[in-house]
């Protein structure tokens, strides 16, 4: 079982920057790929970022296209924590973010079928 903590959301202005936090429980947290997905009112939950250990210092990564050069994910193997960097913030980015864990895909999956734990949800909302 793995517990996933969220924090770092807030309000921010257009342009402004943001960095979420997630803390993870469990001692396999390394073995695990750790997405971020965030659900705007009205709207399905979307994938945003994902990364995967691969060992070493490497790790793979993947972006939606709307968050790719703006967004940068990240994740502490010592801590079992993973950040989610938002640069350059739009008001369309304003939604809940989720963190997710799963161990089935050995890359870093969009699909949230991949991942068997999710946090709470934290809020980002960029103002105008």
């Known amino acids: 079982q793995v517990q996933l903590v969220e924090s770092g959301g807030g309000l921010v202005q257009a342009g402004g920057s943001l960095r979420l936090s997630c803390a993870a429980s469990?001692?396999?947290?390394?073995?695990?790929?750790m997405g971020w997905f965030r659900q705007a009112p009205g709207k399905e939950r979307e994938f945003v970022a994902a990364?995967?250990?691969?060992?070493?210092?490497?790790?793979?990564?993947n972006y939606a296209n709307s968050v790719k050069g703006r967004f940068t994910i990240s994740r502490d193997n010592a801590k079992n924590t993973v950040y989610l960097q938002m640069n350059s913030l739009k008001p369309e980015d304003t939604a809940v973010y989720y963190c997710?864990?799963?161990?089935?895909?050995?890359?870093?999956?969009?699909?949230?079928?991949?991942?068997?734990?999710w946090g709470q949800g934290t809020q980002v909302t960029v103002s105008s």
């Open positions: 990364i995967r250990w691969s060992g070493g210092r490497t790790s793979y990564t």
């Open positions: 469990g001692r396999t947290f390394s073995s695990y790929g």
């Open positions: 997710a864990a799963g161990g089935s895909s050995p890359w870093p999956s969009r699909d949230e079928d991949a991942y068997d734990y």
